[in-house]
């Protein structure tokens, strides 16, 4: 009883698009926790970050999603969420949004103190050092913007794909140049946002990776359509799956080879 | 009903389709990116001097009514004569009249982006002044009849082709089976038209990089010496540019000038850096015989005061441009403001209200690399968000902000939203019918026009994890 409870007790911040898309990456996260020796909880009461209203100019929406998801996870030692964009919102909009009204504030700042992106709360917290997946064949990393230049997020997927027994990790050109997605702005903007995934894909190609892995859903429903539209061998998954070794799903826009 | 295609879009559809727009963006990454990228690769200090810049700037317009004041004085001293101009309009006006006053009929200018957004050009020529660009870039858009596509490379929108066309075409007196066929034979050609325009022109136009209160002087810097040129050999020299570009000290400004030409192109100091005091003293063998300031507030004013202060910080250079995935596919000019790019989206509905350029601000995926890249931490990102505010609580309820707020609706009530996003995800999932994406999906066109809709794996997480633990529970 006294090891159980020194293990830390993680909320784990699902996500709209991994709740909706794609569960198999929420288990997967659940999975690679449990074995960086957390107890997971998964609060009912989450609904989404509110990128979406934050990003489309509704301060007002956004405020009270930030308000509902801090009450939502209070009591834990960790909020981990398996996104950049999303870890970011938390961690560092949250506390700008309630700005102004000092309790909420001061609760915004405690909240984002506990938050973290699933990947780097690995590695630079639990400092995991094995992972359960593996994977034998060439491997490329695509960082989400939010990710990369909101919390810095770019060795730490590297460290832990460095793990994976039998991966080998491939470099693409401009890795650090945005897929297109940004939320809304890809159905907005469907021309141009086409152009950045076409390059971004023109990348991948170059790189000639089995298996592309991003930790950012948004931008893999992005490449991975893109991909399966230009008929792209190229597999697209969360990191958190291969990680985890929960690879019975077929891939993002693959079809159910099981049946 | 499908809302009518905005000009911002129609204008970047035909960008994305211009073959040779494509070529010239092409080279952007490999030129000006890479440039900066080696710059400050070798400047250890970089980081540092981006902080010490962006403090400069908030402290110079912290002060701003002190320093401009402390700049009238000292440029009075060293005999310009200062202008304040609150408006473009009036600012257009002060410039015609001291072209008046010396009897111009020949005006040459030195690029400056205040003078496009103030339509300089047009003022002057409506009163019978030829008006002659000497920047390269500026003067083939000037003979093209065009604005700017950037702020240092105004032409960056063209190959040599098209600017060999355009001599070809507006040099008539040449002979016309010249060679032109390489980048310096464009050069000497343009070099040898702008000669006499320099020798002969009554009143010179330059804009200012930046002005140095405690010194009264105006800094100006360019890679191809018009300036100087502009500045020196006419009888009377104007400076106009905008009350921003105020900072206390020399030793302000090289800290400004040695991250302007890093973050522009990746020079460690522009190739030519022109300080200006008033004009020829006694004794001095050459300058104008007069120098005018003028001063332009334009808006400028009133942002001071605003949420968006933080974008007067802006030096100009246009790292945010070239390092902006959106820029680099659509140009300049599908921007349709003078200023584009990150900087142009957040500047441009401030100058010309946010009903005429505030769609700019939504052009963006909010990536992030322009403030990474910023060189006075422009929080570019936050402040394209504060004009979404603006843009938001203006516009109409239409289909876009109906959906959004029927899902601020659920996302606000966990239950309804956690039913309603599973019967989503149903119905997805269903519409793949085991295929793992969707090809085309009617209400989703934006989408599936250009690449296919991953399918959902069918059930929800929450739904799946309610479940497990229903299972585990003794």
């Not at chain 1, 913007?145 to 050109?173: D, F, N, T, W, Y």
């Not at chain 2, 070529?23 to 970089?46: H, T, Y």
Request: aromatic share 6%; proline share 5%.
């Amino acid at each position: 009883m006294t090891s159980q409870s020194q293990r830390p007790r993680v909320a784990l911040f699902v996500t709209c698009l991994v709740d909706i898309l794609r569960p198999s990456v929420g288990f997967a996260a659940v999975r690679l926790l449990e074995a960086a020796g957390c107890d997971v909880f998964v609060p009912r009461a989450q609904t989404c970050c509110g990128q979406p209203a934050f990003n489309s100019g509704d301060r007002e929406a956004a405020r009270a999603l930030a308000l509902q998801t801090i009450a939502a996870f209070e009591g834990y030692d960790y909020v981990v969420a398996p996104s950049g964009s999303c870890a970011a919102m938390l961690k560092i909009h949250y506390p700008r949004l309630v700005a102004g009204d000092a309790e909420a504030s001061a609760r915004a700042r405690s909240f984002a103190e506990r938050v973290h992106e699933l990947v780097s709360f690995l590695v630079d917290v639990r400092k995991l050092g094995t992972v359960p997946g593996t994977f034998a064949g060439r491997v490329t990393y695509h960082d989400g913007c939010s990710g990369l230049r909101e919390l810095g997020i770019k060795r730490q997927p590297r460290e832990l794909i460095g793990h994976l027994a039998g991966a080998r990790l491939v470099e693409m050109a401009e890795t650090e140049t945005c897929c297109g997605f940004g939320g809304l702005f890809c159905v907005k903007y469907p021309d141009i946002s086409n152009a950045m995934v076409s390059r971004k894909t023109a990348n991948v190609a170059a790189a000639e990776p089995d298996l592309l892995l991003s930790g950012e859903l948004g931008c893999l429903m992005n490449i991975a359509g893109k991909l399966a539209r230009e008929g792209s061998a190229v597999r697209c998954r969360h990191v958190a799956e291969v990680l985890a070794g929960e690879m019975a799903e077929p891939a993002i826009a693959e079809g159910d080879t099981r049946t | 009903m499908k809302p009518a295609a905005s000009a911002f879009t129609t204008r970047s559809a035909a960008a994305l389709a211009d073959e040779r727009l494509q070529r010239a963006l092409a080279d952007v990454p490999g030129g000006f990116v890479a440039g900066r990228a080696r710059a400050k690769a070798a400047l250890p200090e970089f980081e540092a001097l981006r902080r010490t810049g962006r403090d400069i700037k908030d402290h110079a317009l912290a002060h701003l009514d002190l320093y401009l004041e402390e700049f009238e004085r000292n440029a009075a001293a060293a005999g310009s004569r200062v202008h304040w101009a609150a408006t473009a309009d009036d600012a257009c006006n002060i410039v015609l009249d001291i072209c008046r006053a010396a009897g111009a009929r020949l005006v040459t200018k030195s690029k400056s982006m205040v003078f496009e957004e103030i339509g300089l050009n047009a003022r002057l020529q409506a009163a019978a002044l030829e008006v002659v660009e000497t920047d390269l870039g500026e003067y083939v858009i000037q003979i093209r009849g065009e604005t700017p596509s950037h702020l240092i490379a105004p032409a960056i929108h063209l190959g040599p082709d098209d600017i060999a066309e355009d001599f070809r075409r507006r040099h008539s007196h040449l002979a016309p089976d010249r060679d032109m066929s390489s980048p310096a034979a464009l050069v000497a050609e343009a070099r040898a038209i702008l000669r006499p325009k320099f020798l002969g022109a009554d009143v010179g136009i330059t804009g200012a990089n930046l002005l140095v209160a405690k010194a009264g002087s105006a800094i100006v810097v360019t890679n191809e010496g018009n300036a100087d040129l502009t500045m020196t050999l006419p009888r009377v020299h104007i400076v106009l540019t905008s009350i921003e570009k105020v900072v206390p000290t020399l030793d302000d400004a090289w800290v400004l000038l040695r991250l302007l030409a890093r973050s522009a192109t990746g020079q460690e100091f522009t190739a030519y850096t022109t300080l200006v005091t008033g004009p020829r003293r006694t004794g001095d063998i050459d300058g104008p015989e007069e120098c005018h300031v003028v001063l332009v507030d334009n808006g400028r004013s009133e942002l001071l005061g605003s949420r968006m202060r933080e974008v007067l910080r802006c030096i100009r250079c246009g790292a945010c441009m070239n390092h902006c995935p959106v820029y680099c596919s659509v140009g300049g000019h599908a921007y349709g403001s003078i200023y584009a790019g990150p900087i142009g989206a957040v500047l441009s509905p401030a100058l010309v209200g946010p009903h005429a350029a505030g769609e700019l601000a939504q052009a963006s995926t909010f990536c992030g690399r322009c403030e990474q890249v910023c060189p006075v931490e422009i929080p570019l990102v936050t402040l394209m968000r504060q004009w979404r505010e603006v843009s938001f609580g203006d516009a109409r309820p239409g289909r876009s902000k109906t959906l959004l707020r029927v899902w601020a609706f659920l996302a606000q009530r966990s239950r309804l939203y956690h039913a309603a996003t599973r019967a989503g995800a149903a119905l997805l999932h269903a519409l793949a019918r085991g295929r793992g994406a969707i090809s085309r999906l009617p209400f989703a066109d934006a989408w599936t026009r250009y690449r296919d809709l991953p399918a959902p794996q069918g059930q929800t997480f929450q739904a799946q994890w309610a479940r497990r633990q229903r299972r585990q529970a003794p």
